[in-house]
């Protein structure tokens, strides 16, 4: 199959998103994940990651009126790409509680962009990339066979790497505690507070009137929390110990030292 109606589909995709990143990158990731970038940082990779889209977008354009076998490696790296996009993006969302309006219409986009390049290179199978010609080869099975196994296998491998970084590696906090919780009353009443797999936690905080993010490390021994974060100029390090005394998968009651008692439900 001829794959430059798939290159230029792909370019012009890419180069839209391209030029979303690098123009308004906390709007792009608030309609993709739900949330915009807050720290200068975030802002500077997602446009480092604008750029790269669009240089995709640049080699998919000049490469679609080229031969098939010169598209051979385009397209491959390109099914590489579109295969770990829905994976990276089905991770945030089931992992870090994040989804945008266009965290499941990029997935599937991805995901068709993936069949698309598979059918591409099916005509490929029958000589190597390298070659000019092709000799007839005895079939054993079919072209949409042999790819429906590397589909296949990728998938499982794919799957079994995310399993294993999502239970074992980054499982360090309890399942119930994990997502995004929101302070109903008290003095801190808006804040919000993320609580990720991996044991970290992002808190948007009131303090004295300004929005402050905390960053910490968590970890959870029984029923208490035990949160440590970094002081930015000393680097001196300061650990908070909470109590948790109720916790349900809509509501979270947890009490420091000192009695205060923060009174959560987990975000919509």
């Known amino acids: 199959m001829n794959s430059k109606g798939l290159l230029i589909v792909t370019a012009l995709i890419e180069v839209g998103t391209g030029l979303a990143l690098l123009a308004v990158p906390s709007l792009t990731a608030e309609l993709l994940l739900g949330e915009g970038f807050i720290s200068p940082p975030a802002v500077v990779v997602a446009?480092?990651?604008?750029?790269?889209?669009?240089?995709?977008?640049?080699?998919?354009?000049?490469?679609?009126?080229?031969?098939?076998?010169?598209?051979?490696?385009?397209?491959?790296?390109m099914l590489i790409y579109n295969v770990s996009m829905p994976i990276v993006l089905i991770h945030a969302w089931f992992s870090l509680s994040l989804e945008g309006l266009g965290l499941w219409p990029a997935s599937l986009l991805h995901a068709g962009l993936a069949i698309w390049c598979s059918v591409s290179l099916r005509p490929l199978s029958g000589s190597s990339p390298g070659s000019s010609i092709s000799a007839p080869?005895?079939?054993?099975?079919?072209?949409?066979?042999?790819?429906?196994?590397?589909?296949?296998?990728?998938?499982?491998?794919?799957?079994?790497?995310?399993?294993?970084?999502?239970?074992?590696?980054?499982?360090?906090?309890?399942?119930?505690?994990?997502?995004?919780?929101?302070?109903?009353?008290?003095?801190?009443?808006?804040?919000?507070?993320?609580?990720?797999?991996?044991?970290?936690?992002?808190?948007?905080?009131?303090?004295?009137?300004?929005?402050?993010?905390?960053?910490?490390t968590v970890r959870v021994e029984g029923q208490t929390i035990l949160s440590t974060t970094?002081?930015?100029?000393?680097?001196?390090?300061?650990?908070?110990?909470?109590?948790?005394?109720?916790?349900?998968?809509?509501?979270?009651?947890?009490?420091?030292?000192?009695?205060?008692?923060?009174?959560?439900?987990?975000?919509?």
């Not at 446009?47 to 491959?76: D, F, K, M, P, S």
């Not at 799957?159 to 309890?174: H, K, Q």
């Open 47 to 77: 446009r480092v990651a604008g750029v790269a889209l669009i240089w995709i977008a640049v080699a998919c354009w000049l490469g679609r009126n080229a031969e098939r076998r010169e598209q051979y490696g385009l397209v491959a790296g």
């Open 137 to 216: 080869v005895p079939r054993h099975r079919s072209s949409l066979e042999r790819w429906a196994l590397r589909g296949l296998c990728l998938v499982v491998v794919g799957g079994g790497t995310w399993a294993l970084f999502e239970f074992v590696v980054w499982n360090r906090i309890p399942a119930e505690l994990v997502g995004k919780w929101v302070v109903t009353d008290g003095p801190q009443e808006g804040a919000t507070f993320d609580f990720y797999r991996s044991g970290r936690m992002t808190g948007r905080v009131n303090q004295g009137g300004q929005l402050g993010i905390v960053n910490a």
């Open 230 to 268: 970094r002081h930015s100029r000393t680097g001196q390090e300061v650990t908070i110990v909470q109590h948790i005394r109720t916790v349900t998968p809509t509501r979270l009651v947890v009490e420091d030292e000192k009695g205060n008692r923060l009174n959560m439900e987990r975000a919509r």
